[in-house]
């Protein structure tokens, strides 16, 4: 008891030391500090999108829209409403969770493919409102002309618009605060109920679960955090464009998931880290490095299916 | 005004029948094998490309034959060596496999025949226009139109009336009974892929005297596909069909009206769908 409950502390640990040094050790290793909150904020989309794929059983495609909706939420609120980091912050994973509670009741009827299928396709929606819509949104180039302000504590004020360590850290509390709460439901009889739905649906509707309801709720508080990572990513790169929202970028999240390992908790946010280190070397090395993307989409499907974190697994266990 | 109107809903017509060639292919695939192919604009945009090519040998009329079996080839080279591995496992897979193929062909086209937009001939007899009043009444844009119906009633022949054709619509009912009953069921599904990818290649052909050969070709026909299947009804393919009709026609009459709208209409009326009748048009009751 006392030995399992200290293996499940080890891997926690480490990956908060790893996190939380990073502005120490990153530049050593050749990366730079943009690249660690990159990794971060996307870490944390598909980690919230691991809340909904591997805990709950349900393949959503379509997370990008509400990763975007939170991007443009939080952009658009410095640019037009209030210079509040906090609120654009608050706003933009508004913004994204309403949305999804909305498309909700319309899809978690559906299961498999076809879940995929409506969830991918109603990304497209805000795709091309944002597209089009180029009074407001900036269109195809993009909405400029605003940056990310020092966030004011009241007491002090956090200059994380120049100091891209105090944004790391920024980001990190958010991602704190996320996975904290995700893994807090997951312990709870609400996320052992979802967990209970992705092994055994029918069992589960025997049994007098609630499934659709259980999904919705699932699918809201996991497009959510996948706002909450949109917002930050706007902040991040002060600039926002419909790329953002588009459903190649969900595809992205998937694959993370998939790579670092969708049964484990951490395991997106390792996949994650290889995915944004991977691209960007390859962006950098070769202008067909969509193609390369695309094989790696690929290898992984063949050679790894259970994810790193799932093969560690597996060699630990035999 | 009238005739504005006309325009575009003959337009969108043209456009929703491209939709509905598209769809229907995915949705074979869908049905038969529970795989998504997003890969399905790739092989869309190579049988344009491949058209392209062959056009300076072989003409207009050649490749038009020639292209759409060519790329049923690929297809059934990438089922056999790809896909086939990930049948009865988790749908995700498949999903994230063609998705990476997807990436791998935009790219690969940009690569051979470079990112810009290509010139495409058709037969110069087919683009005069046939009347001065309605004059968006080219030969090509009939022959569009009257090639997707031909292509639409032969699949529908082969499904009907062919030995393949029935096994396929009884494998999507049934496949394990199918398979019991002798069927090679890999050889079923090859088949049924090849079929589907056809159909991209024939619509690739043809969309390209339409909107232009460039390499994101196939990922902007792509998601308008999905929702003609969601919209038709799934595992409907009489459904598919007028799901693609229909959303090219509304959204070529939204061109006239709200033109910011023209992409985004469609998507609306997916929510209206699925929120009025979710089961699609004419999907059949309490299947999916």
């Known amino acids: 008891m006392a030995v399992s409950e200290l293996n499940k502390r080890i891997p926690t640990t480490l990956v908060w030391l790893l996190l939380l040094t990073m502005p ?8 730079y500090v943009e690249l660690g909150t990159q990794v971060v904020v996307l870490g944390l989309a598909a980690m919230s999108l691991n809340f909904l794929l591997g805990y709950t059983g349900v393949l959503s495609f379509g997370h990008a829209a509400y990763f975007g909706l939170g991007a443009y939420g939080a952009a658009m609120t410095i640019r037009y409403l209030v210079p509040s980091t906090g609120l ?31 969830t991918i396709a109603f990304g497209q929606v ?15 180039d993009g909405l400029t002309g605003w940056t990310r302000l020092p966030l004011d504590l009241g ?8 100091n891209p360590i105090a ?13 904290g709460v995700m893994a807090w439901l997951l312990r709870s009889p609400f996320g052992r109920t979802l967990i209970a739905i992705r092994e055994n649906e029918r069992r589960a509707r025997f049994l007098g679960v609630p499934v659709d309801q259980h999904i919705w709720i699932s699918w809201i508080i996991s497009c959510c955090f996948v706002s909450l990572a949109g917002a930050l990513y706007a902040l991040l790169n002060n600039f926002v464009d419909p790329r953002a929202l588009y459903w190649t970028q969900s595809g992205d999240f998937v694959i993370m998931a998939v790579l670092g390992g969708m049964r484990s908790f951490w395991g997106p946010l390792i996949g994650a880290a290889i995915y944004v280190v991977l691209r960007d070397y390859l962006s ?23 994810g790193i974190l799932g093969m560690v697994r597996r060699k630990v266990l035999s | ?41 790739g092989f869309l945009a190579i049988g344009g490309y491949l058209a392209f090519t062959m056009i300076p040998y072989v003409g207009f009329w050649g490749a038009l034959a020639l292209a759409p079996i060519l790329t ?57 226009p046939l009347s001065s009043e309605y004059f968006f009444l080219t030969g090509y844009r009939l022959f569009m139109v009257l090639a997707v119906a031909v292509a639409v009633t032969g699949l529908f022949l082969i499904l009907s009336r062919t030995r393949l054709g029935i096994r396929i619509r009884a494998g999507t009912l049934d496949l394990e009974t199918v398979s019991v009953l002798g069927v090679n069921v890999r050889v079923l599904r090859n088949m049924n892929f090849g079929l589907g990818i056809y159909l991209a290649g024939l619509a690739g052909v043809l969309a390209v005297g339409q909107l232009g050969l460039q390499p994101t070709i196939g990922a902007s026909l792509i998601m308008p596909s999905f929702v003609a299947i969601i919209v038709g009804g799934l595992g409907s393919l009489p459904g598919t069909l007028l799901g693609g009709l229909l959303i090219g026609v509304a959204s070529g009459i939204t061109t006239v009206f709200f033109p910011s709208a023209t992409e985004a209409v469609i998507y609306v009326m997916m929510a209206v769908v699925l929120l009025v009748r979710p089961r699609g048009l004419l999907g059949e009751e309490g299947r999916f």
């Open chain 1, 155 to 162: 007491l002090v004020t956090v200059d994380i618009q120049n």
């Open chain 1, 24 to 31: 120490y050790w990153l530049p050593k290793v050749g990366g």
């Open chain 1, 167 to 179: 944004f790391l850290y920024l980001a990190l509390a958010m991602f704190a605060l996320a996975v």
């Open chain 2, 1 to 41: 005004m009238t005739q504005l109107i006309l325009f575009n809903v003959f337009n969108g017509l043209i456009v929703g029948a491209f939709y509905a060639l598209m769809a229907l292919g995915l949705s074979l695939i869908l049905n038969l094998s529970g795989v998504i192919n997003f890969a399905h604009g």
């Open chain 1, 284 to 306: 950098s090395l070769t202008e067909n490095w969509m193609s390369f993307i695309g094989l790696f989409f690929v290898l992984v499907v063949l050679f790894f299916p259970r």
């Open chain 2, 72 to 128: 049923a080839f690929l297809g059934l080279i990438v089922e056999r060596v790809l896909i086939r591995r990930l049948y009865g496992r988790d749908p995700l897979y498949s999903l994230l496999l063609t998705f990476g193929l997807a990436f791998m062909i935009e790219d690969g086209t940009r690569f051979i025949w470079g990112a810009q937009s290509l010139p495409f001939q058709v037969p110069g007899w087919l683009v005069t």
């Open chain 1, 126 to 140: 805000f795709y091309f409102i944002a597209f089009r819509w180029s009074s407001v949104t900036g269109g195809d």
């Open chain 1, 88 to 118: 654009s912050l608050i706003v933009g994973t508004l913004v994204g969770t309403i949305a999804a509670a909305i498309i909700g009741p319309m899809i978690v009827h559906l299961r498999g493919v076809y879940f995929a299928m409506v």
